[in-house]
């Protein structure tokens, strides 16, 4: 499947009514054009054009004939007004690995730009809520295996949406914003309850030491609790974006590296804790090195 029809997508969410073919075109060149252009922060050199990336296949198989078997189901929900597609690579290869990948945009109560308050992280909460009820409906997802991630303000969303739902057994969280200036807000949903977050939690965070004395992980008392500093990443690094055009045309020059540990450690922490799997959780309490990764890269904390 071309990376164009997940930009088709995220066209429909911004104008539903555009249909024609030169105006879908026009629409898909602005959005990949923008996020092109944000890309030069991270990238050097960078020579992909927005042709390249409209046009560069993805893992993903279009109308796929279903297998008939039952398989453990991860929602991801994307950081503030952005869309499913925000972490395509990712979802993807959960979804090689055996798992049911759904998302939804990021969205506000009122319209699609997310606001940042109580009544933008419920909206989203209900989103993802929405779709689970539609997912439960399909006979190969096993909903007694379910698991979340989120980035950035996405992760308030799937904190709230487990202490709603307690069929959710893992949740991981890159970069949350649970665990920098919005703890305080997240605390005043109504929902927030750190004990009712019985299962594990996976956090991963930017290269920014000073950026959080991680508030919400120190408040889990009832759970098995992993952290990881990714060493070279920004906060914004925690998209596929960068990773995918440095896969389109690697004299960008990009280390993906940090983007491959950070996919890595999210299925081993799923595989782990939705299907038991014992050399995934060897991978979370091996050393980097042990992992393939060196430590400059991806490294445990203790707090």
């Given at each position: 499947?071309?990376?164009?029809?997940?930009?088709?997508?995220?066209?429909?969410?911004?104008?539903?009514?555009?249909?024609?073919?030169?105006?879908?075109?026009?629409?898909?060149?602005?959005?990949?054009?923008?996020?092109?252009?944000?890309?030069?922060?991270?990238?050097?050199?960078?020579?992909?054009?927005?042709?390249?990336?409209?046009?560069?296949?993805?893992?993903?198989?279009?109308?796929?004939?279903?297998?008939?078997?039952?398989?453990?189901?991860?929602?991801?929900?994307?950081?503030?007004?952005?869309?499913?597609?925000?972490?395509?690579?990712?979802?993807?290869?959960?979804?090689?690995?055996?798992?049911?990948?759904?998302?939804?945009?990021?969205?506000?109560?009122?319209?699609?730009?997310?606001?940042?308050?109580?009544?933008?992280?419920?909206?989203?909460?209900?989103?993802?809520?929405?779709?689970?009820?539609?997912?439960?409906?399909?006979?190969?997802?096993?909903?007694?295996?379910?698991?979340?991630?989120?980035?950035?303000?996405?992760?308030?969303?799937?904190?709230?949406?487990?202490?709603?739902?307690?069929?959710?057994?893992?949740?991981?969280?890159?970069?949350?914003?649970?665990?920098?200036?919005?703890?305080?807000?997240?605390?005043?949903?109504?929902d927030f309850n750190p004990a009712k977050l019985t299962g594990p939690y996976l956090y991963l965070c930017n290269q920014n030491e000073d950026w959080s004395t991680f508030p919400f992980f120190r408040s889990l008392a009832?759970?098995?609790?992993?952290?990881?500093?990714?060493?070279?990443?920004?906060?914004?690094?925690?998209?596929?974006?960068?990773?995918?055009?440095?896969?389109?045309?690697?004299?960008?020059?990009?280390?993906?590296?940090?983007?491959?540990?950070?996919?890595?450690?999210?299925?081993?922490?799923?595989?782990?804790?939705?299907?038991?799997?014992?050399?995934?959780?060897?991978?979370?309490?091996?050393?980097?090195?042990?992992?393939?990764?060196?430590?400059?890269?991806?490294?445990?904390?203790?707090?």
């Open positions: 499947m071309p990376y164009r029809t997940y930009i088709g997508l995220e066209t429909q969410r911004e104008e539903f009514a555009i249909t024609d073919s030169n105006q879908v075109r026009a629409f898909c060149t602005t959005i990949v054009g923008g996020y092109r252009q944000y890309a030069t922060t991270f990238m050097k050199n960078l020579t992909v054009s927005v042709d390249d990336i409209l046009q560069a296949p993805t893992k993903a198989v279009y109308n796929a004939a279903p297998v008939n078997q039952r398989f453990p189901a991860i929602i991801y929900a994307p950081s503030l007004s952005k869309p499913a597609n925000q972490n395509h690579m990712a979802c993807e290869y959960l979804a090689s690995h055996g798992y049911i990948v759904i998302s939804a945009a990021s969205a506000g109560k009122q319209g699609q730009t997310m606001t940042k308050d109580t009544a933008g992280i419920m909206a989203q909460v209900r989103d993802l809520e929405y779709i689970m009820a539609q997912a439960y409906q399909l006979p190969a997802v096993d909903t007694s295996r379910v698991g979340t991630f989120g980035f950035s303000w996405g992760s308030m969303a799937t904190v709230i949406y487990q202490m709603r739902n307690p069929n959710v057994k893992a949740l991981a969280c890159w970069d949350g914003s649970t665990e920098y200036q919005d703890y305080d807000l997240i605390k005043t949903v109504r009832n759970t098995t609790k992993h952290l990881y500093r990714l060493k070279k990443l920004e906060h914004a690094e925690f998209t596929a974006y960068w990773s995918f055009y440095a896969s389109i045309k690697p004299t960008t020059n990009y280390q993906t590296d940090s983007y491959r540990a950070i996919c890595h450690y999210t299925l081993s922490f799923f595989d782990a804790y939705l299907k038991d799997n014992k050399k995934a959780k060897r991978v979370l309490q091996n050393s980097s090195e042990e992992n393939g990764f060196s430590s400059k890269t991806i490294a445990k904390l203790s707090i």
